[in-house]
């Protein structure tokens, strides 16, 4: 009894932390966490447009992973292997999240971070080695900044806008990475259910004619369907006489 209790207890506490590790924020949150943004100090807004831009990295990384169980283990504990910032971006890389171009522009915004989050002197967005490594993120700066944001520095302005525009790649990122797992799991299972009717597809005869025993869950257009099934069949076909075959002669 005490042990069913545990186990219980546990599965509980590894929910609690796949849930804690995707850190979904809701609209509400996200739209506080941006309004603060806003309206604080540059140490404040170089700091939280990095954690939000990280957020959206670990969210795309867990898409990565086979078993997240202990996402928190990897991601939040001091010892765990994408723990730092640094961790996450060349794990995300060697994962194909993006390419190298990507990562060194990721590593740009993490020096920037580092350095408000351990300064302990007064620090702007005017310092100018801040100011030279911004520089660099020019190349994403919103070309139709809203008004509340003119009284800001450039600089500012270059690094909000490049991490939330990787904030926005990472989350397209990981949504992709969603739908490709979901297409090969539909593969594999269609690959499956193809064996299992192997003997009446290899008729001589349209593949076609066949897709009305296609499982639920696989219909896309048709063309899709008989498409993926021929690459599936491996060559199965090729002994079956064509479409022009069949109807010769009549």
Known sequence: MGRGRNRGRRKRKEAQQVETAKRDLSDEQLSATLAEIESGSD???????????????????????????????????VRGPYSTMYGKIMAARAMGLFNAKVEEILHQIRKIRNKFAHSV?????????????????????????????????????????????FTVHLIAAGTRNIHERVEHLKNKQLAEWFERNRDILIRPTKLNDFLGLIPPGFKGSDKDVSGRLAVIAGGAHDDAPSTSDNHRGS
């Not at 700091?47 to 957020?55: R, S």
């Not at 801040?130 to 008004?147: N, R, S, T, Y």
């Open 121 to 165: 002197l007064s620090l702007d967005f005017t310092d100018k080695e801040v100011a030279g490594w911004c520089e660099k993120l020019k190349p994403f700066e919103d070309k139709e900044p809203h008004e509340k944001r003119a009284k800001f520095s450039d600089a500012r302005r270059y690094y909000e806008d490049a991490c939330m525009h």
């Open 43 to 77: 140490r404040v807004a170089a700091i939280m447009c990095a954690a939000l831009m990280e957020n959206s990295l670990i969210g795309a990384m867990l898409t990565c992973l086979k078993d997240a169980a202990d996402s928190e283990k990897l991601f939040d504990d």
